[in-house]
Nanobody, 133 residues
Framework: QMQLVESGGGSVQTGGSLILSCTSS???????????VGWFRQAPGKEREGVAA??????????YYADSVKGRFTISRDNGKNTVYLQMNALKPEDTAMYYC?????????????????????WGRGTQVTVSS
């Protein structure tokens, strides 16, 4: 089973930037490039929500973003490093949350179907992002 590890979280001020990374253990050839990957976040007292997602290389690496982060966050892959990134710019206090990456294998979703968390089979333990005003 794939294991995911997030890194790159931290504390920044409003307007700052962070880059989150998600890497996977290459078990039985199940490398991250063969998986659709999503970034989710959960703030205290709130439900987990999808933030960004990216399809596999074979399906063109399509991306999808929640409206709340569109234009500020960018999801990308580096297949050579078996890593998926979440570049976060213009951070706001409401972006404060634990951020998780998740993988679900090949997929072909449209719109909000990307963010049905129950579809994702492997999850990391999260990395904390705190944005102060």
């Amino acid at each position: 089973q794939m294991q995911l590890v997030e890194s790159g979280g931290g504390s920044v001020q409003t307007g700052g930037s962070l880059i989150l990374s998600c890497t996977s253990s290459n078990i039985l050839g199940n490398i991250l490039s063969n998986n659709c990957v999503g970034w989710f976040r959960q703030a205290p007292g709130k439900e987990r929500e999808g933030v960004a997602a990216i399809s596999t290389v074979n399906t063109g690496g399509r991306t999808y973003y929640a409206d709340s982060v569109k234009g500020r966050f960018t999801i990308s892959r580096d297949n050579g490093k078996n890593t998926v990134y979440l570049q976060m710019n213009a951070l706001k206090p409401e972006d404060t949350a634990m951020y998780y990456c998740a993988a679900l294998g090949p997929c072909n979703y449209e719109g909000s179907a990307w963010f049905v968390s129950g579809r994702y089979q492997a999850w990391g333990r999260g990395t904390q992002v705190t944005v102060s005003s």
